[in-house]
């Protein structure tokens, strides 16, 4: 079974739904999982960005002072880090895969060359004189 790419995750994710892609999730856990940790994490990082927006409100309402910039808290940096990663890890999974798909092409014709050239009765220097010691035997 295929899952789904990091494509198709974000764009359910963004609210782009598809038949195909809601088909594959009623079958698979895996990426059903992987798409509730994805706005899970999204959506602490949304609660996040409220709470600070609502503790510099309070503080601007309950004084005329200049607000000094909020503290950044441990919870809301955890969740910006956590859906970064999630947001960015499947686009890194997608990149590496074509990468290893062509150094395995690239050590397979270098095998076939080896191959090739262990296989050889004589050395390619010495090609053209084989040929002709072949060619007198064949007239005597």
């Known amino acids: 079974m295929k899952h789904l790419s990091s494509a198709e995750i974000c764009e ?3 609210g782009e739904r598809n038949r195909e892609v809601e088909h594959h999730l009623q079958e698979c856990e895996s990426c059903r999982e992987e798409i509730g940790r994805l706005q899970n994490g999204l959506l602490s990082f949304k609660q996040s ?7 510099l409100n309070t503080q601007t309402c309950a004084s005329f002072e200049t607000p ?26 997608d990149i590496e895969q074509p990468r290893a798909d062509t150094e ?5 014709m270098v095998l076939i060359r080896v191959q090739s050239h ?6 390619q220097t010495m090609e053209h004189l ?11």
């Open 12 to 14: 359910w994710t963004l």
């Open 49 to 55: 960005v409220h709470d600070v927006a609502e503790r």
């Open 68 to 93: 000094r910039a909020p503290r950044l808290s441990w919870r809301w940096a955890a969740a910006g880090a956590m859906a970064m990663a999630f947001a960015l890890l499947p686009l890194f999974l």
């Open 104 to 108: 395995a092409a690239d050590d397979a």
């Open 118 to 123: 262990l296989s050889r009765g004589v050395p």
């Open 130 to 140: 084989n040929k002709l010691m072949i060619n007198e035997g064949d007239s005597q």
